[in-house]
């Protein structure tokens, strides 16, 4: 860790001059911003919720305990300011090469299904709230974040297939430095999918797409068209 300094011109009264005054301009100035040598990925844990506030880059996990790191670069800590009725000093992440969007947790995605599985789906995220990101970022789609109801006999086989570009709601950030993204509202899942003749199907129910081409239908979540 090295510690950027600031110069502070403080005038203080000349009986002001004791150690422990002196000792809180020296803590004050020293804390301006703590920046870390060693690079964070997204994922990794950054400090416990009740010590750090989440900054820019950062973000508190789910049960509200941790605090980690939505991007790749150095971890920066500013302490709270002098007076501050919250004492926790602010963790972000800073030097990372991000220049587009980003996905947080409550962001509306929209991914390229790349592999379909018994438990699960995979995907490339192209868009962050309408925006296109500049790296890659990777979801999972669990089997009980395809829908909100009959969860146990959601078959992903019948919801999604490679090739599909769905809606999705990020919910948080995986083990796996993969985005956990949920299709479990009526206005999320599949928008556009080709059928296996290679048509771009037109949806018929919140259940079914059917192919232009040939007529045949196919399962799919089907995200509700505005």
Known sequence: MHVRREVIHIHLPRRSTSKCDMVGMVIERDSVGEEGDDVVTPGEFLGEATEFIAGKGAYVSPNGRSVRACLTGRRKVTAAPPGSHDNRSTIEIVGHKAHGAVPQPGSIVIARVTKVMARNASADIMCV??????????????????????????????????????????????????????????????????????????????????????????????????
Do not use: H
Request: glycine fraction near 8%; charge should be positive.
């Open 129 to 226: 709230d309408s925006k296109a990101v500049k790296e890659k970022f990777s979801g999972i789609i669990r089997q009980q974040d395809v829908r909100a109801t009959e969860i146990d006999k959601v078959d992903m086989y019948q919801s999604f297939r490679p090739g599909d570009i769905v809606r999705a709601l990020v919910l948080s950030l995986g083990d796996a430095r993969a985005y956990y993204l949920s299709t479990a509202k009526n206005e999320l899942g599949v928008v556009s999918a080709q059928s296996i003749s290679g048509g771009t199907m037109v949806p018929i129910s919140w259940t079914e797409m059917q192919c232009p081409l040939t007529g045949q239908i196919e399962q799919r979540k089907v995200a509700k068209v505005d």
